[in-house]
């Protein structure tokens, strides 16, 4: 690979992990005008097909993105393999805590209530158990608990792409000189050794 | 001047010109608010935020756009620095590019989020015919977790903005150990 190939493949990544936020985001399911009309059926159904689609532009951004960021960069003079390693490290590692920090704002009053909810635990076990109904904080509809799901999840991927995100990386570099190794019909053992980082 | 230089340069003039996008895309709404109920509070603020919101575009223009070769000089240091063959150089200059980018990301979303609720509370304050506006959004104003997650928010704006230098410092040790441990296996 070459550098700016390298460079493609974070952008790639980078667009696809925001991509996938941001349709989650509009997913019109979440912003039904009469909520309570809607069958579980279709929701089902609309959900599937956004998550099939979701599903699409991740595997080609995000997992499966050599291909396109070849052609999109060009051809160029080729990097060896440690160097290539170090500089898709790097630049996916900036990558990833960019985006990271970016969704950090909006998930901000999500980490925030999760925080509060550690508070608030031993007063719902306390209503559950005593006045053996659902206390009112757990009183959503499944709408609710799938906005609530979308912004807890969110707030994950945020820390845990300004942690980062190692195991990605990792993964990312195995599968992408693993692909070179098949491309070129060179085995190379190191590839598998990536598979755990040694301490 | 360098290959870093010239990348942090124009980096910079990026970011300033895309927050100044953003904020003239939304230096008006305070006073679209106000007209819905035009009473001397609501007036007041949204004029007050309009001029916060063009100090603020005025501070952005300033420092990168017209200043960016100083700010690229404070980012990356010295501009006598060697080519950048070896890999390590880039990588402190790109963590804090990012950095003041998400910061002052931060700090505009916080800027946004108060003068939007703010604007919401005046535009719609209750009078007694409204009193349903008050119980609609009082709470949105005075909950306290809103006003925390904003609070902690400002505080990592400031701290990105000014260069997060202990994050930059810890993924940058942290991207090395991982880069040096890939090539121990390799060897």
């Known amino acids: ?199 | 001047m360098n290959n870093i230089h010239s990348f942090t340069k124009v980096i910079l003039s990026a970011i300033g010109i895309f927050f100044a996008i953003r904020i003239i895309s939304q230096m008006l709404m305070p006073l679209g608010l106000a007209r819905m109920n035009p009473s001397l509070e609501s007036v007041a603020i949204a004029i007050a935020a309009t001029l916060f919101f063009g100090l603020c575009l005025a501070v952005i223009c300033y420092a990168f756009v017209y200043k960016r070769e100083q700010l690229a000089k404070r980012i990356i240091g010295t501009n006598e620095l060697p080519e950048a063959d070896s890999q390590i150089l880039w990588l402190p200059a790109a963590f804090r590019l990012i950095c003041v980018t998400a910061g002052l990301y931060c700090l505009y979303a916080v800027l946004w989020n108060v003068v939007y609720n703010l604007m919401q509370y005046f535009s719609f304050k209750p009078d007694a015919a409204q009193s349903g506006y008050k119980v609609m959004y009082t709470p949105k104003i005075l909950n306290i977790e809103q006003i925390l997650s904003w609070l902690i928010m400002l505080a990592i704006g400031i701290y990105l903005v000014c260069g997060a230098p202990h994050f930059v410092r810890w993924q940058v040790r942290k991207t090395l150990k991982q880069c040096k441990a890939f090539e121990k296996i390799r060897q």
């Open chain 1, 1 to 199: 690979m070459t550098k700016m190939q390298i460079f493609a493949k974070t952008v790639f990544t980078v667009l696809g992990i925001y991509a996938v936020v941001t349709l989650y985001r509009f997913y019109p399911g979440r912003y039904a005008y009469r909520p309570d009309e809607t069958p579980i059926f279709q929701e089902l159904v609309l959900l599937s097909a956004f998550t099939a689609v979701v599903g699409f532009i991740v595997y080609f951004t995000v997992l499966n993105n050599t291909r396109l960021s070849s052609k999109l960069a060009g051809p160029g003079p080729l990097l060896e393999s440690a160097t290539q390693a170090a500089w898709l490290a790097k630049s996916l590692r900036v990558g990833l805590v960019f985006i990271g920090l970016m969704l950090l704002p909006n998930s901000m009053p999500v980490i925030v209530k999760t925080l509060k909810l550690f508070f608030l635990i031993r007063t719902t076990v306390n209503d559950i158990v005593i006045s053996k109904s659902i206390p009112r904080i757990l009183e959503r509809s499944y709408r609710e608990w799938f906005n609530v799901l979308y912004d807890f999840l969110k707030a994950l991927l945020a820390l845990y792409l300004i942690c980062g995100a190692p195991h990605f990386i990792r993964w990312q570099i195995r599968h992408t000189l693993g692909q070179q190794a098949n491309k070129t019909g060179i085995q190379n053992p190191s590839i598998k050794k990536l598979k755990k980082e040694p301490k």
